[in-house]
């Protein structure tokens, strides 16, 4: 099993950055990819950013050249630049491990206003 364990987050103007993080423990070393999705109220559910095992990235196109997803060994990260009302969502980091299934975080509020 994997825990996942949020952090970061909170009010922001727009323009402006933030970055969430989520630390993994357990077993991490069949962890095949981590992301981070997000749903705002009333709004289905948008993965935001995927990172496979090997690095290699995947974006959604609202956020593409704004959001920055990495990892080290045990803790995925989101870098968000250019924050607009629109990035306003509960985010949830996810890890897919083999065999296994997928985990979540806790999930933590990112509110983007003036």
């Known amino acids: 099993q994997v825990q996942l364990v949020q952090s970061g987050g909170g009010l922001v103007q727009p323009g402006g950055s933030l970055r969430l993080s989520c630390a993994a423990s357990?077993?991490?070393?069949?962890?095949?990819?981590m992301g981070w999705s997000r749903q705002a109220p009333g709004k289905q559910r948008e993965m935001v950013a995927s990172?496979?095992?090997?690095?290699k990235t995947n974006y959604a196109i609202s956020v593409k050249g704004r959001f920055t997803i990495s990892r080290d060994n045990t803790t995925l990260y989101l870098q968000m630049n250019g924050l607009k009302p629109e990035d306003t969502a509960t985010y949830s980091c996810?890890?897919?491990?083999?065999?296994?299934?997928?985990?979540w975080g806790q999930g933590t509020q990112v509110t983007v206003s003036s």
């Open positions: 357990g077993t991490i070393n069949k962890i095949a990819a």
């Open positions: 990172i496979t095992s090997g690095g």
């Open positions: 996810i890890a897919w491990v083999t065999g296994t299934g997928d985990y």
